[in-house]
């Protein structure tokens, strides 16, 4: 009995060394900028910053990782109060206190040694569409400072804005929106 047991709690053991690793993003260090063209004179850019969300890594098998975040909408800046207003408004968001951004991943296809393609559903504007986020694993290891498991990743994707309702003066302004991400996440205590 003891070594049916033993040979249980090791066969556990060894199972859950493989396991998925919880990681919490590092809300000061985790942004995600926008881009896009505005009338062809310029690319405009914002950034959204201090959201949550948390990755489950599994370093033995990168395709059964998940990734789960969360933004405000109210975290956007844009660099300029009146342009941040008018995103606000009916012409774009048409924004209520406590909005959110949310991207839950539902598959991972490793590409190379740290890269990998992030397929999730990103639900903006109350409105959800499949995206694929081309990912790059940057850094992982012990964290100097903080002495704990850290990870680094940058992911960028296209999203077209219509398709989130949120097409006010396409094409004039593009309709397509460059995002890059970028990440740092500490293992779960």
Do not use: C
């Amino acid at each position: 009995m003891k070594s049916m047991i033993l040979a249980a709690a090791l066969a556990f053991g060894a199972s859950s060394a493989f396991a998925a690793e919880k990681y919490v993003l590092d809300a000061s260090h985790s942004q995600v900028l926008f881009s896009y063209s505005h009338l062809g004179y310029s690319t405009t850019y914002g950034m959204f910053s201090g959201f949550e969300g948390e990755i489950m890594f599994d370093a033995d098998a990168p395709e059964n990782s998940s990734v789960n975040v969360s933004m405000p909408l109210a975290s956007m800046f844009t660099g300029w109060e009146q342009r941040k207003g008018h995103f606000m408004t009916a012409d774009f968001f048409d924004a209520k206190e406590g909005d959110m951004i949310t991207f839950v991943s539902t598959g991972i296809e490793v590409t190379g040694d740290d890269t990998a393609k992030i397929t999730g559903d990103l639900t903006l504007n109350e409105v959800t569409k499949s995206v694929v986020l081309d990912a790059k694993l940057n850094k992982s290891g012990d964290h100097p400072m903080a002495g704990k498991p850290w990870m680094g990743f940058d992911a960028t994707t296209t999203v077209t804005r219509s398709d989130f309702g949120l097409g006010a003066f396409a094409p004039a302004v593009s309709d397509d929106v460059a995002l890059n991400i970028s990440v740092e996440a500490m293992k779960a205590e």
